[in-house]
């Protein structure tokens, strides 16, 4: 095999040590052990061409920004990927409604957030190495439970990008009663800068306006996060 065809090979699944294995790493960590990717890739089952199914479902959560994007692609766009096609489209999005109407069924399996660590721990895993800076929402009810978790803006999060109404908009239409912002950094460290604060200021203040309590604003990095409102930032 020359230089050129080995940095382009991706082993396929079956070769794998068996603790890389998304199937096997479920059968013994369970389904809580396994990152969005992994999970995603068990719902595929095969990759494509020279793509294992790991980077498969790795360049599909990239492409969509997260499970949020990509639970909210048509039919027609998904089956039109690369790798996809109508089965494994059929295939993601019944995985999709399922959860969807587990949620409704049963509302108090939502996850709860009590903490910044809480909401870190649910965001963590899909934010920390993104590439992009992304900003989200996660959307409470009254018992803090979480809704849905929007991204609202992919790219630089500063004041002059922001539009409060956009960041408030899915909150108002769902009747949330809190939110809780966060943005990565993906140089990977969380510390906030001057324009995180100056953000986190303008959107507590629409949130008192529109009477939604903006409970906190955290930064992600490499898995390590800042809460800026246990540091007094932007929270008056």
Known sequence: MNQKSQASYHPMIRELPP????RERLQH???A??????LLAIILRTGVGGENVLDLAQRLLSSYHGL???ARASFGELAGEHGLGIAKTAQIQAAFELGKRLLVASPDERPQ???PADAANLLMPEMGFLEQEHLRTLLLDTKHRVLASP????????????RVAELFREAIRLNCVAIIVAHNHPSGDPTPSPDDIRVTEQI?????LLDIEVLDHLVIGHQRYVSLKERGLGFS
């Open 19 to 22: 603790s890389e294995r998304p």
């Open 29 to 31: 960590y369970g389904a």
């Open 33 to 38: 052990a396994l990152s969005n990717s992994e």
């Open 68 to 70: 949020a994007g990509l």
């Open 113 to 115: 957030v009590t903490s």
């Open 151 to 162: 991204t609202v803006y992919v790219g630089n999060v500063n004041t002059s990008v922001i």
């Open 204 to 208: 507590v203040k629409a949130g008192k």
